[in-house]
């Protein structure tokens, strides 16, 4: 069974200062990873799709990592904002898709 | 456009209750899913369908039911309602199935159900 966890659970940083999220998953066999944001409230927001075959994929301040064989992805965001304040979400796709828990970034201004 | 619309947005239930979720999407997507999401855990499948009138179980289905009787809706049924349902429901589709390798997934905004 997939175990996807994301540590840590909660994170706060001042304005400016880059952010690194990480996620990890137990079962390498996988099709794909994605980052989700969820805003308060909200649904999820598909940030970033990193195909198995591929090591990163970047979006404007977004840069995410994947390395398959020692199950761990990174997501980076530089230069962080009082608006990148979320829930960021990874999910691993095999058979299914697999959720983290989320780790909760508050920027302070 | 909408993309996919959940309703209600926030419900109260009394343990027995029976409620529908309602859940409409419209970008033609053929695969559409519900989840659940508990405090400080992932995201949880509970039935999922790959096209109007077909519809398979997820990881946590007891306690729920579902159909698809038109492309763009998918409505989840609580019957007998528990208060371990107390959770945030996500409703989600997609055009290819979630097991195809690059495809999108695209969120409602969750209903908040409480179960007392």
Known sequence: ?109 | NAGVTQTPKFRILKIGQSMTLQCTQDMNHNYMYWYRQDPGMGLKLIYYSVGAGITDKGEVPNGYNVSRSTTEDFPLRLELAAPSQTSVYFCASSWGGFWEKGNTIYFGEGSWLTVV
């Open chain 1, 1 to 109: 069974k997939q175990e996807v966890t994301q540590i840590p659970a909660a994170l706060s940083v001042p304005e400016g200062e880059n952010l690194v999220l990480n996620c990890s998953f137990t079962d390498s066999a996988i099709y794909n990873l994605q980052w989700f944001r969820q805003d308060p409230g909200k649904g999820l927001t598909s940030l970033l799709l990193i195909q198995s075959s591929q090591r990163e994929q970047t979006s404007g301040r977004l840069n995410a990592s994947l390395d398959k064989s020692s199950g761990r992805s990174t997501l980076y965001i530089a230069a962080s904002q009082p608006g990148d304040s979320a829930t960021y979400l990874c999910a691993v796709k095999r058979d299914k898709l697999s959720f983290g828990a989320g780790t909760t970034v508050t920027v302070r201004a």
